[in-house]
């Protein structure tokens, strides 16, 4: 018998590490945990609220302790353990993304995000966007970096077109450590 919620959420993990995000179903975690659907039902409610609450399991996966004192290397630390977070999960980019999960563990990762931009003076609507745009951006970037196995940049084809041709092995490049330094370079302000 499941004993809580945790439980619940716990195997939806196990699920989605082991056959991918389309294979996430009350039926299926139902059936790994040897209970009627019902109960899983009870635990989670709905199919949305338990992606929420994988995303927020996933996200709580963030170590929010012994970051950097300056905050633009702080800010730039949180993005990168996000990425890992993500990374440590199949389909977990895709999972988070799909997801306004208002929930214990990204709350607090936002908290330490934006505390760490708000540390540089940048302005709180600046601070709040800027927070947005750094995690859509890393969250479309490891979408990537997780569909490679089943893609590949390396023969892309740009046809007639110049300044692509121009940029095409920059544009194939799948170093995504790098891609994502360079991403959060960009977007975070340089201070006041």
């Known amino acids: 018998m499941t004993k809580s ?13 082991a056959d991918g995000l389309a294979a996430v179903s009350m039926r299926a975690i139902a059936d790994r945990l040897g209970i009627r659907m019902n109960t899983v039902l009870w635990h989670v409610k709905t199919k949305a609220r338990l992606i929420d609450l994988m995303a927020d399991a996933i996200v709580a ?60 003076g ?21 979408q990537e970096e997780q569909a490679l196995p089943d893609r590949s940049t390396a023969d892309l084809e740009v046809g007639d077109r110049p300044a692509l041709r121009r940029v095409a092995s920059a544009l194939a490049s799948q170093d995504f450590a790098e891609r994502l330094e360079f991403g959060v370079d960009r977007l975070l302000p340089t201070g006041r």
């Not at 919620?5 to 590490?17: N, S």
């Not at 389909?91 to 208002?102: E, K, R």
């Not at 940048?122 to 951006?137: D, G, K, L, R």
């Open 61 to 120: 996966e963030v170590l929010l302790a012994d970051l950097p004192v300056a905050w633009r290397e702080r800010a730039a630390e949180l993005v990168r353990r996000y990425r890992s977070a993500l990374l440590a999960h199949r389909d977990g980019a895709a999972l988070v993304a799909g997801t306004y999960a208002a929930e214990p563990a990204t709350l607090d990762f936002a908290e330490a995000l934006v505390g760490a931009i708000l540390d540089g």
């Open 122 to 142: 940048v302005p709180e609507q600046e601070a709040a966007w800027t927070c947005w745009s750094i995690v859509y951006f890393t969250l479309g970037l490891v």
């Open 5 to 17: 919620q945790e439980d619940v959420v716990r195997t939806a993990l196990e699920v989605l590490d």
